[in-house]
Each structure stands twice: as C-alpha cells, then as structure tokens.
C-alpha cells in the first residue's frame, strides 16, 4: 500500500482524534479532538469531501469553544 501525503493526513486526523477519547482529562481531550478534526477537515478540503468538512469543521469549533471555556474557568489539570 503506497500512502500519499494526503492520505498520511487523514490518517494524522483519525489518530488524534481516537488518541483524545484515550484521556481521563477533559481538558487534554477537548485540545486533541479540536486538533484531529481540525486536521481532518484540511484532509476533507484537499479531497473535497463536504460531508466531512462540515461535520469535523463543527466538531473542531465545539471542542475547540468547550477548551477555552474549561481553561478561563481554570481547569487546566492535565
């Protein structure tokens, strides 16, 4: 199996976003599933899967507003 770069990114998403739901931390797991779908959703453009950029573009503004809610409140065990 010949992986491109595109691929590798897709598969750079998925990892992380598997990764986040492995953490006890709500702080850690809200930072790594922003970041996975974030990387998912480049994935998406680069292939043009609407599907996945909505959704994932969703994902990552959620967990994304729901981390910098848990570090203004001062959660920030890691």
Known sequence: MSLNPVDILGYAGTT???????????LRLRFLNTLGAAVITLYAL?????PLILLNALLAGINGYH???LVREGNVRL
């Open 16 to 26: 992380l976003v598997v990764l986040s739901f492995l953490n006890r931390s709500m």
């Open 46 to 50: 680069l292939i043009d899967a609407w």
């Open 67 to 69: 981390y910098m809610v």
